[in-house]
């Protein structure tokens, strides 16, 4: 099932996935169609450059290690990433550990240059390496009850210095949608410009669904599990109100503290401008179709 | 019935004695320093952090990190003019002379502050006016910094004998500027996070020392 999905920011696709974007928006009846179209041409071409390898692992939230922002840079070398198992239980065919070593011999590494959209109203582009994380749940054996699918980052006190403060309830957990968790755009990382991942990005293996907000793609994973019921999400349990369980990128839904309307672009220095958001950051035509019928003011 | 009001010993004497002395010196040096000097050793920090997020000093996103260090200063700059009477009175420590200095310091760094959230950091216009109505931090955070304005006005010799006493009355509005600017920190923080309630803590518990009666701080000052 690997390369299912393939790179859109290249710059022979950049004028048609702009003419595209623009056509589909203006018969979709968006309101604000034409200026959409018009942003997401310019978004698409400034997208193209994928950001430094500074800007992505110095630039980090991994609240493991500090709420600073440079805090996982500094700290996180404290974290052993070999050896490395994921538990994956639940409804699945196969439960059990399974070894890192053992995932990566049976998984096809590609690279997918992503954009990156933080809650905060920030971006970046980033070049990850990695395998579809349908194909490892597959390895698994999805049972046919399964609706979700739960996250859990590692919790290691003496690693990670800043769990020593009950800054979110640890460990940090996240869930995705069964449909959410297997579309091809969802892959699980191990590298990023073809070098193996940064403990501060999540090492040794971690989550990018890059429709969502970034605090989606949990770092570091150890545990996935297969579930009927929709799971706990850290961010929603420290407030409910801020952060829901899909937390699709939507710059038409503000977060209560800040407008999602906009971002700023990492690397543009102290006069960077800001740019327009795009609706699920630009993924709107691989995956609008998730939630078709659903009330995304009410399911944030 | 307590030990300060027992006797008290020779030793315990000498050190209260040296203890005085130390403040006298401390005192004596202070009155030294001019207060020009105070100005310009408070505002140095403010071009430093501009070359620094200039020159990639303050990591890759430098707009929110200079944002940010500026509304630090400014809180800690509210704090320390906070510290200045209950120093005085509990400690003998005479800062009172460079109180005016801290406060339009303070006044200084919140404004640049806001300036750098308006030109670099927001930037759009109709954006701005939609968080200063919709996202309470910032209301809240603007009406600290709209409170400290009135008290930067009337920090001169004109203004305070102009006022008279009704100028007191007014330099009392500092003490809402601190919480409200305190509240804007713990409100913006994500998670729960020690270093903002940290601040709000230091403010009420420099506030809650005001409250305290004079007979009391007189009789542990003696001691």
Redesign the interface.
Known sequence: MAFRWTNDLRPEDVTPEAVFMNRRQLIGGLAAGTILGSTGMAQAQEALEPN?W??IT??CNF?EFG?G??DPAKYASSLVTDPWSVTIDGLVDRPGDYSLGDILSQMTVEERLYRFRCV?A?SMVVPWNGFELADLLELAGVQSGAKYVAFETAYRPKEMPGTL????DWPYVEGLRLDEAMHPLTIMATGLYGKPLPNQNGAPLRLVVPWKYGFKSIKSVVKITLTDTQPPTS?NK?NPREYGFYSNVNPNV?H????Q??E?A??G??????KPTLMYNGYEEEVAGLYDGMDLSKNF | MTAWTCRKTSKSDAIRKELLFMVDQINATLRRIPTWLVYVLLLLPAPYFLYLGATGGLGVEPINALERKLGEVALQLIVFGLTVTPLKRWAGLNLQKFRRAIGIMAFAYAAMHLLVWLVLDVQILSQIFADLVKRPYITVGLAGFLLLVPLALTSNNVSVKKLGPKWRVLHRLTYVAAILGAAHYVMLAKGFQIEPLIYLGLILGLLALRRVPKSKSRRRAVA
């Open positions: 430094s500074e800007d110095t630039y609240y709420t922002k440079d905060e920030w403060f009950p800054v979110l961010w420290a503000d209560p503290r800040w407008s309307a906009s700023r990492i690397g220095g102290l006069f960077a401008r800001r």
